[in-house]
């Protein structure tokens, strides 16, 4: 619930928005900003401020492929420990999920650090695979153990880790909808810094801003977005400032940057993205799942992008808001997902059914 003072400061902000006369759609590329987004009632607000608010694929887990999970599945299925954050467990594919398999007596665990695997596979003869999830904010942890000498031999990573500006060149570039702005996710932007996010406002002409979780940094970034747009600028602006510097983390960006290397990947909903993942470089090649046991995922079978009905790819690409699948509600609820859109806290479905009837 908004404080009175906070209150106060968002009334202005949002009578700033209305004077600046602009009208437009933005696209936010962050669960947490859904999430409040929607717990905080800004989407009304904005909208009548003159302000669309849409979600993009900011939600790792959403839009890791059902083809990745499907190679952890079979991984497990095989002997082999899998290890994992929780949301990943309960994601459906064609041939089940993590948690389904585990219950086929296939070992499967939730950790909830890359230490939690490490320690894991130091207890046991058995090789254990830790899938990694995110964007580059969760990336540097992952490349930690692989740099320490007495990183266990039976330990090894499925990198489905992505990076953001691929994605938003990729949204542009289908040019399915209109969009006006990017806000940008401030956690990922602590390690990248400003400067990844200025060639796609030099080639598409759009204005960014990096923006805070805080109601009123939401506000505020809007608020910014469309002052870019009255005053005829794209350009890169951050209102996260207080945690957000210009250069980023520079020991994290090197140790990304000594780990792994980009490389073309699909991401659900949207066609093959050039250079848009992150995969473990060859010296690695001994931790790396996709190296250590390719003769097992070479038994993965095909699996179907989305269950019939799930509409999660338009969901990531903002094309459709949740409540306007067929499934949302009805089928498709958290107590039984059809898609990750519905599973992770992040996804904008599970946000939906959550909080969507909430307003503060």
């Known amino acids: 619930m908004f404080k009175y003072r906070d209150e106060e400061t968002a009334k202005k902000i949002l009578q700033g928005i209305k004077d600046t006369g602009v009208k437009a759609k933005f696209m936010h590329i962050c669960g947490t900003h859904q ?27 959403c839009v890791t492929t059902s083809h990745e999970i499907a190679d952890a599945i079979t991984l497990a299925r095989n002997g082999v420990t899998v290890t994992a954050f929780g949301d990943m467990m309960r994601v459906p594919t064609t041939i089940g999920s993590l948690f389904s398999a585990k219950a086929d007596g296939a070992d499967v665990r939730i950790v909830y650090s890359i230490d939690d695997a490490v320690k894991m596979a130091r207890a046991q003869e058995k090789p254990l695979v830790f899938v990694g999830v995110g964007f580059e904010t969760t990336a540097p942890s992952t490349c930690v153990p692989l740099h320490k000498e007495d990183c266990p031999e039976n330990f090894s990573v499925y990198s489905c880790h992505r990076i953001c500006p691929p994605i938003l060149d990729a949204l542009l570039s289908l040019g399915e909808s209109t969009i006006d702005g990017f806000i940008e996710p401030g956690h990922v932007a602590v390690i990248t810094g400003e400067s990844m ?38 350009e890169v602006e951050n209102e996260y400032t207080r945690l957000v510097r210009p250069e980023g983390n520079p020991i994290a960006l090197k140790l990304m940057e000594d780990t792994f290397t980009p490389v073309d990947r699909h991401w659900r909903g949207f066609p093959l993205i050039p250079k848009s993942a992150l995969a473990l470089k060859p010296k690695f090649a001994d931790h790396d799942a996709t190296k250590v046991h390719e003769d097992i995922l070479a038994k993965t079978p095909e699996v179907k992008e989305e269950a019939n009905g799930c509409r999660c790819g338009d969901v990531l690409r903002g094309l459709i808001k949740s409540e306007e699948c067929p499934m949302f509600g009805k089928v498709c609820k958290p107590s039984n997902p059809m898609g990750p859109c519905m599973v992770s806290m992040e996804g904008n479905c599970s946000i939906s059914y959550r909080l969507g009837s909430k307003r503060f």
């Open 35 to 61: 999430d409040t987004i929607v717990r905080f009632g800004l989407e009304e607000m904005l909208r009548d401020a003159g302000i669309e608010i849409a979600q993009g694929p900011g939600c790792p887990v």
């Open 197 to 234: 996010f200025r060639p796609v406002s030099e080639v598409h002409g759009l204005p960014q801003v990096i923006a805070g979780f805080e109601p009123l940094d939401i506000l505020m970034s809007c608020y910014m977005l469309c002052k870019q747009i009255r005053e005829g600028r794209a």
